[in-house]
């Protein structure tokens, strides 16, 4: 009897543990904060079905997020995430914000918070999640006080950076042990996510995945696009000159790709002729993003809207609600878990 019992306890319970235990939910699964799409009907249904989720604070005003945040509480009384992007304009705003809104989790991303706003952040109370694209910038994030570090690769959707999970990993999670270290980037099977669990990784994040289910807020024309796109058509967005520094973006290529190039090389020229200052034109890189991607997600607007797509959106074949899918994640890990143990034996 003993046996018996033994034998039907998951493999996965000893992999997922520490994810488990930072996150507070039952599969350490994230899905990623999109802007635009990870509303609170998104981030509850990933709660309530045992994964975590992450409101996207984007540049939202202050008090609708605090609206939001309310909503989210309401649909689940599990804990979640807020996200904050760092070059928002309304960012100082939501700094300011997390002071009276008590949260049990935030994550930065955007760009790189300083480390008195970690610290800031981590005096409410809160648990602080950083992304890191670079061995650098994890270095940083752990040395300003980061309680996990979520490491994405440039397969990932939205702003990225320039370095395949692939080789992060042997950069930074083999390196790290003492902090939680969650992997994002080119996900999207239990099977991948089984792997990153056996090489040390205490959970994992998708985005594209999510983003079409059932419960995503993201308009029809939008999904479908997803689903007939492979996974060479989520491209990264180029940078022009150096004056003009802006954050990679993939995106399934379209109109809108041609419209940001355009914008770049209008900036270059107001800046040649002194017409504009540096952060300006960063300024007005990001409207031209926030602005895109509401034309897709919401009007659905699938030739000039921004497609914010992550290049497992080749593997993405089909809407499903988020418990189909988070339970089908777990059973593939499950099910890979147990195949890499039979073959080890």
């Not at 959106?313 to 988020?322: A, D, M, T, W, Y």
Request: aromatic share 8%; charged share 25%.
């Amino acid at each position: 009897m003993k046996k018996t019992a033994k034998s039907a306890q998951p493999i996965s319970d000893r992999f997922f543990s520490r994810g488990r235990e930072f996150l507070g939910c039952q599969y350490p699964i994230l899905c990623g904060a999109m802007t635009w799409v990870s509303d609170p009907k998104l981030v509850a249904a990933v709660c309530n079905a045992g994964g975590f989720g992450c409101l996207a604070g984007g540049n939202t005003p202050v008090e609708i997020l605090e609206k939001q945040i309310a909503e989210t509480r309401k649909l689940t009384d599990k804990p979640f995430a807020v996200n904050l992007i760092t070059i928002a304009p309304a960012y100082k705003a939501h700094m300011e914000m997390i002071q009276r809104v008590k949260l049990p989790y935030i994550i930065f991303a955007g760009s790189f918070p300083k480390e008195k706003e970690i610290i800031a952040a981590k005096a409410t109370g809160a648990k602080v999640m950083c992304f890191a694209s670079t061995l650098s910038i994890a270095e940083r994030m752990h040395r300003y006080g980061a309680d996990a570090i979520i490491l994405e690769g440039s397969e990932a959707g939205g702003h990225i950076g320039h370095v395949s999970l692939v080789v992060l990993l042997q950069e930074v999670l083999f390196r790290y042990s003492d902090i939680p270290i969650f992997v994002a980037g080119g996900i999207a099977t239990g099977r991948m996510a089984a792997h990153m669990l056996l090489m040390g990784a205490s959970g994992v994040q998708l985005g594209t995945r999510f983003a079409v289910a059932t419960e995503s807020c993201a308009h029809a024309k939008f999904k479908d696009f997803f689903l007939r796109a492979e996974a060479r058509d989520a491209v990264s967005t180029p940078q022009f000159d150096s004056r003009l520094p802006v954050v990679a973006v993939r995106a399934l290529r379209n109109k809108g790709h041609d419209d940001f190039r355009k914008l770049q090389l209008d900036l270059v020229q107001q800046l040649d002729r002194g017409e504009i200052h540096r952060e300006f034109a960063q300024m007005e890189v990001e409207k031209f993003w926030m602005g895109a991607l509401r034309k897709a997600v919401i009007d659905g607007d699938i030739d000039r809207g921004s497609l914010m797509a992550g290049q497992s959106v080749g593997l993405v074949s089909k809407i499903q609600p988020v418990a189909e899918i988070i339970q089908e994640l777990n059973a593939e890990v499950e099910q890979e878990l147990r195949t890499v143990k039979q073959n080890l034996a």
